[in-house]
C-alpha cells in the first residue's frame, strides 16, 4: 500500500557503490538507493545485500551538489517538541553530511561551502513532522486533498528545504529516470516516504488553562524561502513580487485535545481524529488567526557604509507595480482581504519609504479615497488609503498608516490601542479559522466551521521590533475574541484575567520576536521587555541598546557569509564545477594596501597603549616616548578615517550573490582612491586580480529561481 507519510526510521547502508536507504518498520516497502558517485536514484523491492549499515536517522533533508561533490544531508537527532492534533512535531538539532565519492577530495571552497551550509543547520530553527503539514495553516490544510503525499500537500513558500529535495522530488514526479535522464509521466510513488518537508521558523506547543479550561496553544511563524536572507542585504521586493522578511504567524487554540503529551514514536496507533486511543469526549476544535508581516513591497535597499545608519536608496515606483501586482495576487489568492499596516516612521529618511508604500497602493486601488487623522504629538498619526469603488481585486487592499514611535514614546505604548480600534471592524468582518472534528473521519480531518477572510500585513523598516509589538496586540484581541466565542470567557472578560497564561502569552510571542529577529538580524528582538511585562523598563533599553551594538556589527562584519548560506542552501546560488582549478570563490582579492589599513590601525592602538604605560625612568626618556606615541595616534587616526571614508570596502558583503549597490558602490569608491595623488600609486602598485575583488564572482554561480 501507497504510504502518504514520510518513514519515520530509516536504516542508511554505505557501500563503495552506493547508499541504500530503508525503513526497517515497513519492511514490504522499496528501498531508496543512491549510486555512488553519480548520484543516480533508483528502487529496490526489498532490503539490498552487501552493504554495511551505518546509522539510523530522522530523515533526508536533502541533496546538494557543490564544485567537488553532491552530499546526501541526513538529518541524525532530532528533538520533539510537542503535538498538533495528535501528531509529533520535531525540531532538527544535528545533521550529517554523506559525500558521494569514496574518497572526500579537498578544496578551499568546497569546505567554505560545507561550513556555510553547516553553521546554517546548526543555528537556523528547521521543524518538520512525519504525519501532519506545518508549513501549511490549517485553513489551508482543511482544502487540501488527502490523496496526496505530504510533501505534495506542502506550501512552497515555506517548504525550506524544497531545493534540496529537487532530485528526490524529480524522481518521485517521473522528471528523471534512474539514470538521470530527463523523462515525463511515470511516477515512482515509492519515493514519497523519503521526502521530508522542512519548516524553517519559530514552533511552540504548550498546554495551559484559561479559567480553568485546558487547551492547547501553539503559535508558529514560517518564514518564506523566497527572497531570505539578513537584515540590509535582502530589502524590498524581487521582480518575481517576493518580498524580504515574509513570515507568517498563526496562533492556534486547541479545545478537547487529549493528545497533548509528548508520547513516543508510535504516533498512528490507536488514534482517531487526533485523538490518542479513540478518546470520546467532546469533539476536538481548532482555531486559528493568521497574521503576516513583510518588507515594504516597492524596489528599495539599505546600504551598508560602516555608518551606524546605512544608505537608503529607493527607485521609481512604477517600474516596481508589476512586481507589486503579483506579490498581492498571491497574498489576496491565499488571504482575501489584506489590511496593509505600516508602521514606519512620517518624518526622516523612513518617510521615503512610506511615500513609495502609499504611491503603490494608489496606483494599485480604483480611485482611492484616503483620510488622516493628527493630534497635539504629530500631524498624522493615522493615514489611511481605501478603495472608494469595487472595481477588482486590487481593491481588496486596505492601507493603515500608523505613526508608531511618535505615538509611543516616552513609554506610552498604550498608545497602540488606537491602531487596533481603528482595524477592529476588519477584524470582525475577516473572522478566524474555526473547524471541528469530523466523527469517523479515518484521515483526521476538521469540518469547517468558520474561515478567516482577511489578513492583516504590518511592516517596518525590518518588520521586527515595532512589528512584533502590534502583531502581539491582534493576537491577544483576537484570541479574547475566539474564547468568548465558544463559552470558555464571558463577554466583557478577557484572555489577560487569567495572570498565569497571560504570563504565558506574553512570553510565547516574545519568543516569537527573538526568533523571528534573530534569523534576519542576528540578534534577539528590541521591545520584547514590553512584550513580556506589558511595560516598558530600563533592563529592557540596556537590553535594546546592546542589541543594537551587536546588530551593527553584525550586519556590516557578518552578514555576508550568513547570506551566502541562505543562497547556497535555497538554490539561489549555483557552484560552477567548471571552475575547478581556477579562481577561487572566497579569496580577498582587494588590493593589499586596502586590507592592511585595519591592522595597521590595531597595531597603532597597540602601540598607543604601550607608550602609556607608566615607568619610573628619568625625564630623559619622556619626549621620545611621548614623540613616539604621537606618531602611532596619528597614524591610528588617518588609518580611522580611512576605513570610515571608505566603508563600503571593508563591510563585509556576500560572495556567492553580490548585491547590485555593493559593485556598484565598490567601483566608485575605488575609483576615487586611484584618483588620489598619495595612496593612488600604492594602490595600483599593490592591486592583486579584479578591481572589484570581494564581489567580482558574479559568474561562478548562476541564480536560481524556485
Not at 156 to 168: A, C, G, H, P, T
Not at 342 to 348: C, D, E, F, R
Request: charged share 20%; glycine share 8%.
Amino acid at each position: 500500500m501507497r504510504s502518504l507519510v514520510p518513514f519515520r526510521d530509516i536504516n542508511v547502508h554505505a557501500s563503495t557503490s552506493h547508499y541504500a536507504f530503508a525503513s526497517p518498520s515497513s519492511p514490504s516497502a522499496q528501498t531508496l538507493v543512491i549510486e555512488r558517485p553519480s548520484g543516480d536514484i533508483r528502487l529496490n523491492d526489498g532490503a539490498l545485500l552487501g552493504a554495511k549499515r551505518v546509522s539510523s536517522i530522522a530523515g533526508i533533508l536533502g541533496i546538494i551538489k557543490l564544485r567537488l561533490d553532491k552530499y546526501i544531508i541526513v538529518i541524525t537527532k532530532a528533538q520533539p517538541m510537542g503535538r498538533l492534533k495528535g501528531h509529533m512535531v520535531y525540531k532538527i538539532i544535528a545533521t550529517e553530511f554523506l559525500p558521494l565519492r569514496e574518497r572526500t577530495l579537498h578544496d578551499p571552497d568546497e569546505d567554505t561551502y560545507l561550513n556555510l551550509l553547516s553553521t546554517l543547520l546548526k543555528t537556523g530553527p528547521m521543524y518538520f513532522s512525519y504525519s501532519f503539514d506545518i508549513t501549511n495553516s490549517f485553513q489551508r490544510q482543511a482544502a487540501a486533498h488527502p490523496s496526496l503525499a505530504l510533501w505534495q500537500r506542502a506550501d512552497d513558500r515555506f517548504f525550506w528545504n524544497k531545493f534540496i529535495q529537487s532530485d528526490l522530488i524529480d524522481f518521485a514526479s517521473g522528471a528523471t529516470s534512474a539514470s538521470g535522464l530527463r523523462q515525463q509521466g511515470h511516477r515512482e510513488t515509492g519515493a514519497d516516504p523519503f521526502i521530508l518537508p522542512v519548516m524553517f521558523g519559530m514552533m511552540r506547543i504548550t498546554t495551559t488553562r484559561v479559567k480553568s479550561t485546558p487547551l492547547t496553544f501553539v503559535l508558529i511563524t514560517r518564514r518564506s524561502r523566497h527572497r531570505a536572507g539578513t537584515r540590509y542585504l535582502t530589502r524590498g521586493m524581487d521582480e518575481q513580487g517576493h518580498v524580504a522578511n515574509f513570515n507568517e504567524t498563526e496562533q492556534v487554540v486547541v479545545l478537547n485535545d487529549d493528545s497533548r503529551g509528548m508520547g513516543g514514536m508510535g504516533l498512528e496507533e490507536g488514534m482517531q481524529n487526533g485523538k490518542v486511543n479513540g478518546f470520546q469526549g467532546q469533539d476536538m476544535q481548532v482555531m486559528s488567526y493568521v497574521q503576516t508581516r513583510g518588507s515594504v513591497p516597492v524596489y528599495w535597499a539599505e546600504i551598508s557604509t560602516l555608518r551606524y545608519t546605512p544608505d537608503l536608496q529607493i527607485r521609481g515606483v512604477e517600474t516596481a507595480v508589476g512586481a507589486a501586482k503579483r506579490h498581492f495576487d498571491e497574498q489576496i489568492q491565499l488571504y482575501g482581504d489584506n489590511y496593509l499596516v505600516n508602521l514606519v516612521n512620517q518624518k526622516g529618511r523612513e518617510v521615503k519609504v512610506k511615500q513609495a508604500y502609499e504611491q503603490m497602493v494608489r496606483i494599485l486601488v480604483s480611485s482611492p479615497h484616503e483620510t488622516a487623522q493628527a493630534d497635539r504629538i504629530t500631524d498624522e498619526k493615522i493615514h489611511i488609503v481605501e478603495p472608494s469603488q469595487q472595481n477588482h481585486e486590487y481593491d481588496r487592499l486596505h492601507y493603515v498608516y500608523f505613526d508608531f514611535h511618535n505615538e509611543t514614546k516616552g513609554l506610552r505604548w498604550h498608545r497602540a490601542q488606537l491602531l487596533l480600534d481603528q482595524l477592529k471592524e476588519g477584524l470582525v468582518q475577516g473572522q478566524y479559522f474555526r473547524g471541528v472534528d469530523m466523527p469517523g473521519d479515518s484521515q483526521g480531518r476538521l469540518e469547517v466551521r468558520n474561515r478567516q477572510t482577511a489578513v492583516v500585513r504590518t511592516n517596518c523598516m525590518d518588520c521586527l521590533d515595532r512589528t512584533n509589538v502590534v502583531q502581539t496586540m491582534l493576537a491577544r484581541w483576537t484570541l479574547t475574541r475566539q474564547l468568548i466565542d465558544v463559552g470558555v470567557l464571558r463577554l466583557g472578560e478577557s484572555a489577560d484575567d487569567d495572570q498565569t497564561f497571560k504570563i504565558l502569552f506574553r512570553n510565547v510571542w516574545a519568543d516569537n520576536a527573538d526568533v523571528v529577529s534573530k534569523t534576519y538580524s542576528g540578534t534577539g528582538a528590541l521591545k520584547t521587555d514590553f512584550t513580556r511585562t506589558g511595560e516598558r523598563t530600563r533592563a529592557g533599553m540596556v537590553q535594546d541598546l546592546s542589541n543594537s551594538i551587536t546588530r551593527y556589527a553584525k550586519n556590516n562584519f557578518a552578514d555576508g557569509p550568513r547570506q551566502d548560506a541562505f543562497d547556497l542552501f535555497l538554490g539561489a546560488f549555483l557552484p560552477d564545477p567548471s571552475s575547478i582549478g581556477s579562481s577561487l570563490v572566497f579569496v580577498d582579492r582587494r588590493p593589499v594596501f586596502i586590507q592592511s589599513i585595519p591592522y595597521v590601525l590595531a597595531a597603532s592602538v597597540f602601540m598607543v597603549l604601550i607608550a602609556s604605560v607608566p615607568r619610573s625612568n628619568s625625564g630623559s626618556a619622556w619626549w621620545p616616548l611621548r614623540l613616539f606615541a604621537l606618531l602611532w595616534l596619528a597614524i591610528g587616526a588617518w588609518c580611522y578615517r580611512f576605513i570610515y571614508s571608505h566603508g563600503v570596502l571593508y563591510v563585509n558583503w556576500p560572495k556567492l550573490n553580490p548585491p547590485r549597490w555593493a559593485n556598484e558602490g565598490y567601483q566608485e569608491t575605488m575609483g576615487a582612491i586611484r584618483q588620489d595623488k598619495l595612496i593612488g600609486p600604492l594602490v595600483t602598485r599593490h592591486e592583486r586580480g579584479a578591481s572589484n575583488a570581494r564581489i567580482s564572482h558574479l559568474e561562478e554561480g548562476k541564480k536560481r529561481i524556485q
